[in-house]
């Protein structure tokens, strides 16, 4: 069944060890379509600028993202300027952040988007979340993520939408900042008690921790030993869950485990290039190919 | 088949936001024996003082070490004080250390305990790991562990008993330390190179990576909620796999995957008593128990 996203469509420019990669297409929601898109029909939600490249808006066209909801308006395109020091590639220090047509924005979807079944909040400010999430008709499944500088500044806002979320996708910093807890596994339960019935903990390279009332899990990541350019490895993550569970009939414990599998095998092909580079060219028989290394690396 | 191990024997104070528990049976050897003898027939060599308590002695002689080679010599047991902060559980903060006997140390062993298939080097500084492992006549498996203040003042020690070595054991800080790598399967591979066959990196409760030429895997660490007191979980972790290797006809792939389990689950009992509390009681009944909940945990 089909998915929608409301997310940032972004122009990065990365700095790494290698020395500046510009005008890269990302962006939240551009990641998690990407990975999506391997599984299902993706609808994607978010506003771009007058100077968004047409290679970028083609590029996604081309991918088979429906981009119908896309829309354009007389400012810049969200622009993000990251670095990455070898020495601590997973986590990025951001250099700069240029909102521009991100602020104030009103999502809005066709008529026909408003039916679809699946629903995720990619990363982007709690309001547009909410407001997107209004304009949905009867979602049966609705997964979000966030960043700590939303916890930060709109809490309250961000534990709203976890109220009506089934699904909550945070990393480890994010998970002991919402709950205060700083150990991962009463976070997990924590975050639970908040309202999401599943919560799915990222740990970067130490994998991922799945909680549930009925049961939880733990898998490590795939081992990336030429890590290139981290930037958007959790919204592959996202879409990679998202994606793979709307294709499924239905979400059980057999499902959500191998979701987070193919989320993290996709993940780990996005670190391995700059942008959307390497997710962009996989075919589904290079992903089961790494899935089933990953699941012998990390089965008992 | 039986298996001999030198390593400290201390008394431990331990401070965590509980307040302090004073005069525990400690030290490398100590835990590591309470593990391995689950599964198979443990000696043990190290030095005691005069201050030693009958009681910790009988313990351990109770529990069905060999202590023939615990040598009681004038001075004081070693001793250390360390504390546990709520906000990093994994980490502790040493208070004091006293080496007392341990300072000039010749580990002595009995002309049978020379025959031994089965040999592991528990933290302890690396020349008497290396007198030890010389008094041994030709040991089939060799296993070792060290900690960051070895491989920061006496590297090059350290290095030629990993020559020596065919299983080394190292948490992640002690594996950058010794290869200059951040990356963590880097390091694992560059450890290997260094001369042991088998790698075994422990990342707290993040799991455990091992590296072999052939194969690699990785595991979660088991969730546990209420950690207690952590010190001497990598001892005991030692211990499970060295126990259940020694067990073991044969060592590959299966048993190396069975004994990093079992290491994980032994260790996840460890923390969550004061000192050997929790180990010490365990019956292999429950150790299965909670295995086949770890396995569940981690299986994709």
């Not at 998915?3 to 890269?24: C, E, F, H, M, Y």
């Not at 969200?78 to 590639?89: I, T």
Request: glycine share 8%; aromatic share 10%; with cysteine.
């Amino acid at each position: 069944m089909s998915l929608i996203s409301v997310g940032t469509v972004a122009i990065d420019n990365i700095k790494t060890a290698q020395g500046w990669k510009r005008n890269l297409l990302g962006g939240s929601a551009s990641h998690f379509s990407m990975s999506a898109g391997l599984f299902t029909e993706v609808h994607l939600v978010s506003a771009i600028g007058k100077d968004f490249p047409k290679k970028h808006y083609d590029f996604l066209k081309n991918k088979g993202v429906d981009l119908s909801s896309v829309i354009e308006s007389g400012g810049k395109t969200f622009a993000w300027d990251g670095e990455y020091k070898p020495e601590n590639l997973n986590s990025a220090i951001t250099l700069k952040t240029e909102l521009g047509v991100l602020v104030g924005y009103k999502p809005q979807i066709t008529e026909k988007q408003r039916n679809i079944p699946n629903v995720f909040l990619a990363n982007i400010g709690p309001d547009v979340q909410m407001a997107f999430l209004k304009l949905m008709k009867n979602p049966k499944f609705v997964g979000m993520d966030t960043m700590n500088l939303w916890i930060n500044i709109m809490k309250p806002d961000v534990i709203k939408l976890m109220k009506k979320s089934d699904l909550f996708i945070s990393n480890d910093a994010e998970a002991k900042l919402i709950t205060g807890e700083t150990n991962l596994i009463k976070a997990a339960k924590a975050l639970r008690k908040i309202g999401p019935k599943l919560v799915v903990v990222k740990k970067g390279e130490h994998g991922v921790l799945f909680y549930c009332d009925d049961f939880m899990f733990s898998f490590g990541a795939f081992p990336v030993d030429k890590v290139v350019d981290p930037t958007g490895a959790g919204d592959t993550f996202a879409g990679g869950l998202m994606g793979y569970l709307a294709k499924m009939k239905k979400i059980n414990e057999r499902t959500l485990r191998q979701a987070c599998v193919y989320a993290t095998v996709l993940s780990s092909f996005n670190v391995e290039g700059y942008g959307l580079a390497k997710t962009a060219g996989l075919s589904m028989v290079e992903v089961d190919q790494r899935m089933k290394s990953y699941v012998k690396f990390i089965t008992p």
